[in-house]
């Protein structure tokens, strides 16, 4: 590859892109929001939720110095992040409170760079995020999940025309903008009636002595915050 081959592919990834119109973003926000709210389609489009929420965990675990030893995504949609460490202190908080809040900060981050015209650079970001979280997949259902999605992100970013990875890129920005909201209002509905005695929330309560209320409370304030700030930069208000 010459120099200027090399000057094209960096103008086509840190290049800026237009964003579509006002209406097709309302657009790209309602199909996220029907596979959000249906529960039929939320039971499949929850698998994409669920590599954000293990991704996060995997993330801060690495950034924190902990040893990350796997993750797997099973067919229910549930997940699990393994890493070795100490089992208290600030760096376990931080793995545990990254599952629920990763959705919706990545989302954010996607609308922060599709307000700036990033649309390429968000697809393939996208991209290397899901190879990396490939390394780590310790069973075949996850793998072939993060490889469909990690597919879907390379392919539109290296073959489809602007005008659809634009489209695609507010979808899937919108879809965990939104998709981000519903998981903490299902756990608070399973504590209610006594179910996930392990989750992310009872963890955090057991490392902080604080209630897990608060950590729900604080998941909620994340996602909806989230998700109105990245909001307004996806609508240009």
């Not at 939720?49 to 675990?61: M, R, V, Y």
């Not at 998981?183 to 209610?192: D, H, V, Y």
């Amino acid at each position: 590859m010459d120099s200027t081959d090399l000057g094209d592919l960096w103008d086509r990834i840190f290049g800026t892109q237009p964003a579509p119109e006002q209406w097709l973003v309302v657009v790209t926000a309602t199909v996220a929001l029907i596979a959000v709210v249906p529960n039929a389609l939320w039971r499949v489009s929850r698998n994409t939720i669920t590599i954000a929420h293990e991704g996060g965990h995997g993330l801060i675990a690495l950034v924190t110095g902990r040893r990350l030893q796997g993750i797997r995504l099973h067919s229910d949609t549930s997940g699990l992040t393994v890493s070795r460490g100490r089992p208290t202190g600030i760096g376990m908080i931080l793995t545990a409170a990254a599952g629920y809040t990763a959705p919706p900060l990545l989302g954010l981050g996607g609308a922060w760079l599709l307000s700036s015209g990033r649309i390429t650079l968000l697809l393939w970001v996208a991209t290397a995020l899901l190879a990396v979280m490939l390394v780590m997949i310790r069973n075949v259902y996850g793998a072939l999940t993060v490889i469909f999605t990690g597919s879907a992100f390379l392919l539109v970013s290296w073959l489809a025309p602007p005008d659809v990875q634009s489209l695609f890129a507010y979808t899937a920005v919108w879809f965990l903008l939104l998709g981000g909201v519903r998981p903490a209002f299902e756990l608070q509905s399973k504590r209610r009636h006594g179910g996930a005695p392990d989750s992310d929330a009872d963890q955090l309560s057991r490392l902080t002595d604080v209630p897990a209320a608060l950590w729900l409370f604080l998941f909620h304030a994340v996602s909806l915050c989230s998700l109105i700030g990245g909001g307004r930069w996806l609508l240009g208000l």
